[in-house]
């Protein structure tokens, strides 16, 4: 069941109706972070209310509205899917897919990080503004709850998703999965249920390696049957590419102590950059 920091996220859903930002301001700790990946880290309430005002000005103006927000959340964790749309240069609306981290404490919001799809972005603003991931790893980690082990056990799972992927054996992920779990994955698609996923492991076992990609937790969150985490893709040099890192980030739901659905996304440029041939990019 879903818990009471639900109904607080879902104010951020809520205030599109008439876009009055500063409402949300009093949701906020006194000394809350909030990450636009525009604008960077709004530190305390001072710079979030200066940053809601913004919000005001610029927004109506711009045609932009935020749409199908999906929600999940307990008491101290929580994430959001959303669609951002607005009219591209030929007057086209153009979605522009997004999500969002929370952090609460004592009912009130002290983190959030809002991440969209950067290759969407440049459709909807060719030339604008690209959207920065990487700058918002770890900023929560301040804010991290003091919990004994098995106190918050879908932030235990993750971690123990970690411990086991750092190993190497992708196939020892898979008894994390509900039977009827859904594995969203940026390049293959979505997998759906506990065998499937198994099987896309085990593949994950030997591709990951030859792709000579590794992954580095940066910071997760987690509560009761809710969490997420921040992590970064590395992409080793080769004669066949640059090289490079990329952010990345997971939305999870968990269930009897197993993931029912993990929806892992990535920096697509990013990701893309560090796989260019050398030389390419001249």
């Known amino acids: 069941m879903p818990g009471p920091a639900v109904d607080i996220i879902r104010n951020f859903g ?8 500063t409402r949300l301001v009093e949701l906020f700790t006194d000394d809350a972070v909030y990450y636009d990946p525009f604008h960077g880290a709004q530190r305390g309430l ?10 005001e000005r610029v927004v109506p103006g711009s045609g932009i509205r935020f749409l199908d927000w999906e929600v999940e959340a307990d008491t101290v964790c929580g994430w959001a899917k959303w669609t951002m749309a607005g009219p591209g240069p030929d ?10 981290l929370y952090r ?9 990080a809002d991440y969209v799809d950067p290759v969407a972005m440049a459709q909807l603003r060719p030339g604008g503004p690209v959207p920065n991931a990487a700058a918002a790893a770890g900023l929560s980690a301040p804010f991290a709850p003091a919990a004994a082990p098995g106190e918050l056990p879908a932030h235990d799972l993750v971690r123990r998703f970690w411990e086991l992927q750092d190993g190497g054996d992708y196939s020892k992920l898979a008894p994390l999965f ?14 759906v249920g506990g065998a499937a996923i198994a099987e896309f492991m085990e593949k994950m076992k030997t591709e990951m390696p030859a792709r000579g990609v590794t992954f580095q937790l940066v910071d997760a969150a987690g509560d009761q049957t809710v969490a997420w985490s921040q992590w970064n893709i590395v992409y080793e040099a080769t004669p066949e590419r640059v090289g490079g890192i990329a952010s990345g980030w997971t939305l999870h739901t968990v269930r009897d102590g197993r993931f029912t659905y993990d929806r892992d996304i990535v920096d697509s440029v990013a990701a893309r950059a560090a796989r260019v041939v050398p030389g390419a990019q001249q």
Do not use: H, N, T, W
């Open 14 to 21: 809520a205030v599109e109706s008439d876009q009055r930002y």
């Open 46 to 55: 001072g710079q979030i209310r200066g940053f809601m005002e913004l919000m």
């Open 91 to 100: 007057g086209v609306e153009v979605p522009v897919p997004g999500q969002s």
């Open 104 to 112: 609460l404490r004592d009912g009130k919001v002290c983190f959030v």
């Open 178 to 191: 509900a039977d009827d779990a859904l594995f969203e994955d940026p390049i293959f698609g979505d997998i």
